[in-house]
């Protein structure tokens, strides 16, 4: 996913994911829990800025949005 952004985004990115719950390994889609913490570091690692977070109550949820860096 990262690596098609970092080659066909060239401006914002948004990422919204389910965060990790208790019943989170009870969906049999679920691969691997994700944290804004983990997602804004990748961000990062394929160049991008965070520049937003948003957590979404009361369900198990989040956003990030970010913007590509400037070479």
């Known amino acids: 996913y990262m690596e098609i ?3 066909y985004c060239d401006k914002v990115i948004v990422t919204i994911t389910t965060d990790y719950f208790k019943g ?5 889609t679920h691969i ?3 944290t804004i913490k983990g997602v804004s570091a990748l961000y990062r690692w394929y160049g991008f800025d965070t520049v937003k977070t948003l957590r979404f109550y009361p369900k198990h949820g989040f956003m990030v949005v ?3 860096m400037r070479k």
């Open 5 to 7: 952004a970092r080659k």
């Open 24 to 28: 989170f390994w009870n969906e049999p």
């Open 66 to 68: 970010g913007n590509k």
């Open 32 to 34: 691997r829990p994700y």
